[in-house]
């Protein structure tokens, strides 16, 4: 740190995301990733030609994308904001419904992003709502809450999800504030709220196409609510980057929208790798939480959860570990792969049983 960092950030501890080493080859199940590739025609479309007009700034109305998701998600192109990444969306929305009057709560078990936007916006009183013992979230913690609310459904890292009518009671109740419903794994089997857009002017969703759409790397996230919550976000993107999509994925994400069947395979295929992957994880005695994410949550009562994962790591694997707070410290995240890859991790998994079991 330089003596010349404003003393606000002085005690701010950034995000820390999952490793990604670029030496090894690992069997990487660490950070939500698809282990598919993006549906054809991304790969297609960013050509030479493509790239050749890198040289012009990027649409900042980013138009075809959101003309292509109003489509698929059969909305008005007011209802859509996009992003670079959910990451950036979710800033804009801290930034813009925000502050020491408009107070925020989330989950104490979640996102880990909400407590640094918390912080970096100085939200000092921001409150995070204990889980349930079963790790789920207690929806009557948000009911009449009087904050805005941000809640990951299904929530990260537990896989668990919650029903439309609970979110839609937490909307209802708190008519004055925002509640913002990160749906970034909905995808692989979640209910989506965005019936309920059309009902009620305090609901934003967020989504991403990092997980569900296989393109992390591309940095593409959007939002989707009334049209006032949309001109709000809007006006945080244009007074901080207009140009915050690149032209290439920009197109990217216009290729993957458009990609249906591809989009609907790659699901299927997830979601029965998931199905398959926990029962082989309780056969060998793991306890798994029910997900409806692209991720297991998932300890063993013999294996401590730091042990489990260094002894994959040391075998090639890569799965998530969070030391705190204690109560999921003998959980790991595991990420679901390819059938291959989740047939190393089990295979790996039965070998430290054995050993350290
Ligand atoms: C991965 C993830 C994000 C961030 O996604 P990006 O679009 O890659 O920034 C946001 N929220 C949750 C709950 C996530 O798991």
Known sequence: MSRFLSSRFADIEPYTPGEQPQDMQYVKLNTNENPYPPAPGVIRLINEAQTSRLNLYSDPTVEPLIQELARFYKLRP?????????????????????????????????????????RLFNLDDARAIPLKADFSIDPEDYVNCGRNVVIANPNAPTGLSLSVQQIERIV??????????DEAYVDFGGKSCLELIEKYDNLLIVRTFSKSRSLAGARLGFAMGAEGLIEDLNRMK???????????????????????????DC??????????????LMEMGFEVLPSKANFLFARHPALKGEA?????????????HFAQPESIANFVRITIGTPEQMEILLQKTREILHQEG
């Open 78 to 118: 007011g209802q859509i904001f996009a992003g670079n990444g959910s990451d950036e969306v979710l800033a804009f929305a801290f930034l813009a419904f925000c502050d020491r009057e408009r107070k925020v709560c989330f989950p104490e078990i979640s996102y880990g992003f909400y407590k640094v936007f918390a």
């Open 172 to 181: 209802k109740t708190n008519p004055g504030y925002v509640v913002i419903v």
């Open 238 to 264: 244009f007074s901080f980057n207009p140009y915050n999509i690149n032209r290439l994925t920009m197109l990217a994400g216009v290729e993957a929208v458009k990609d249906r069947t591809y989009f609907e």
């Open 267 to 280: 699901l299927k295929k997830i979601i029965k790798t998931r199905e398959e992957s926990a029962l082989h």
């Open 308 to 320: 489990y994962y260094r002894a994959l790591k040391q075998r090639g694997v890569l799965v998530r």
